[in-house]
């Protein structure tokens, strides 16, 4: 069975590019980081899902009136 791609999205907003990234690590669970915009947030979650939907959330309590742009981007697809 294979995993997951890592999430990796970086949202264009007024205050800067902010960054959410999963990534799943050694113990099997995933890590959620979102930075920039000169704030930090980061969790540890048992599945890919689960890490998304916190990265989501707290990306949207923190810029409820974002809408993607031409520089927000999915870093993840890159690497495909």
């Known amino acids: 069975m294979s995993l997951p791609k ?3 999205i970086v949202h ?3 205050d800067g590019p ?9 113990d099997g669970t995933w890590r959620a980081e979102l930075t920039g915009a000169e704030t930090q947030s980061v969790g540890t979650f ?3 899902e689960e890490a998304g939907v916190y ?7 923190m810029f409820p009136e ?3 742009n ?4 999915d870093e993840a697809r890159k690497t495909a």
């Not at 902010?18 to 050694?26: G, I, S």
């Not at 990265?55 to 309590?61: A, G, M, S, T, V």
């Open 66 to 68: 974002h809408v993607c």
């Open 55 to 61: 990265l989501r959330q707290i990306f949207y309590e």
């Open 18 to 26: 902010v960054r959410l990234l999963a990534r799943h690590q050694k």
């Open 46 to 48: 048992a599945s890919h």
């Open 12 to 14: 264009a907003t007024d």
């Open 6 to 8: 890592p999430l990796d």
């Open 70 to 73: 031409s520089g927000c981007r």
